[in-house]
């Protein structure tokens, strides 16, 4: 028997409602979707899943020496396959966008629409630089504290206070051994996957989410949106940094609970 990742399922009233799958990103767990429960439980029935080796997953995969994106989307679909849920919304958050693009690519069928918040699409000189030097800074000075440097360098503003403390807290289930598996994935498939995810025109609607203060992905997603508008709409959120589903919830979930709605 398959060893399914850790999830948590919220079901509507509603039996026919649609389902949502919410998708963390690096570092993170279902703790990340805790603003989005109550509004979203209103519409939808919800899925929420710890990605292997985070939070309640630490030791869901333990035995796989190496991880793929294409593993962890498989990963991911073993969830929805147990539950017997045929057709879903992703709603993901940073590197959570990749992991439900390739959940996409592996099955464009099952997949009714898209919500990124703070998605990565493509790597810019300055996460190149942090990519490269990440392993060797970290072995120095220990991965959660590199962790704790990072979420200062994303989001390094007052107002980006509570959801850095988020980004920092949900690490620390994170074991050395599973920060290494990932960290090497990044270096083996990162710019690959997103090179081939996010350079063609998006077959699934999608609803990109941005902070202005996001300095290290904004400019990246602006891009995506203009380079291929018919299936994709921007909203850039004034006075928000990178985790906008944290620090604006109340205007990430009213927008983005809207447009899954217009597309159930």
């Known amino acids: 028997m398959k060893k399914l990742l850790h999830h948590q399922i919220y079901r509507n009233a509603n039996?026919?409602?649609?389902?949502?799958?919410?998708?963390?990103?690096?570092?993170?767990?279902t703790a990340t979707?805790?603003?989005?429960?109550?509004d979203y439980g209103r519409h939808f029935n919800l899925l929420l899943v710890d990605l292997p080796g985070h939070a309640q997953s630490s030791q869901s995969c333990s035995e796989i020496a190496t991880y793929s994106f294409e593993f962890v989307a498989e990963k991911?679909?073993?969830?929805?396959?147990h539950?017997?849920?045929?057709?879903i919304h992703l709603v993901s958050v940073s590197l959570g966008s990749i992991v439900s693009m390739v959940m996409h690519e592996i099955q464009p069928e099952?997949?009714?629409s898209m919500v990124f918040a703070g998605p990565i699409t493509s790597l810019d000189t300055k996460l190149r630089i942090i990519m490269k030097g990440g392993l060797m800074i970290s072995g120095i000075i220990g991965f959660k504290n590199f962790y704790k440097l990072m979420a200062k360098i994303i989001l390094p503003k007052k107002n980006h206070a509570s959801a850095r403390k988020v980004f920092v807290r949900e690490a620390n289930a994170l074991t050395t051994v599973e920060y290494k598996?990932?960290?090497a994935m990044y270096g083996r498939h990162l710019d690959n996957t997103l090179k081939r995810i996010f350079s063609k025109p998006p077959t699934v609607p999608i609803f990109l989410v941005v902070g202005t203060q996001d300095h290290f992905f904004l400019a990246t997603t602006k891009k995506f949106a203009v380079q291929?508008?018919?299936?994709?709409?921007?909203?850039?959120?004034?006075?928000?940094?990178?985790?906008?589903?944290?620090?604006?919830?109340e205007v990430f979930n009213e927008q983005?609970?809207?447009?899954?709605?217009n597309r159930s």
Not at 76 to 81: L, M, N, R, S
Not at 83 to 87: E, R, V
């Open 15 to 29: 039996p026919e409602a649609d389902w949502v799958m919410f998708i963390h990103g690096a570092g993170g767990g």
């Open 33 to 38: 979707w805790k603003k989005q429960l109550r």
């Open 76 to 81: 991911t679909w073993e969830v929805a396959d």
């Open 83 to 87: 539950l017997n849920i045929q057709k």
């Open 110 to 112: 099952r997949v009714i």
């Open 181 to 183: 598996k990932w960290t």
């Open 228 to 249: 291929f508008p018919d299936n994709i709409e921007l909203s850039v959120i004034e006075d928000c940094g990178h985790l906008v589903s944290l620090e604006r919830e």
């Open 256 to 261: 983005s609970i809207a447009y899954l709605k």
